[in-house]
């Protein structure tokens, strides 16, 4: 199942870390630079980028290629 989440909040890029790793919460998102899905850095329900390179579920989300991956804050619409 696809969810689309930019149907549902605002995006904005954000900064990385100072350490460069990818800032996460509840408010922010990774967007894949491969196939520019948008999935929740904390993510409960299993989801994925339609590339592979993001995988969310259980409060984490794993990623392939972290240099590749946009952090976004979302705010509902
Ligand atoms: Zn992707």
Redesign the pocket.
């Known amino acids: 199942m696809k969810l689309d989440l930019r149907k549902i909040y605002r995006f904005e890029p954000i900064s990385r870390q100072p350490d460069g790793s990818l800032p996460k919460g509840g408010d922010v998102y990774y967007e894949?630079g491969?196939?520019k899905?948008v999935v929740s850095s904390v993510s409960h329900i299993a989801s994925a980028?339609?590339?592979?390179?993001?995988t969310g579920g259980g409060g984490k989300t794993e990623i392939k290629a972290p240099d590749q991956v946009t952090p976004l804050r979302g705010k509902l619409k």
């Open positions: 894949c491969g196939c899905d980028c339609a590339c592979g390179n993001l």
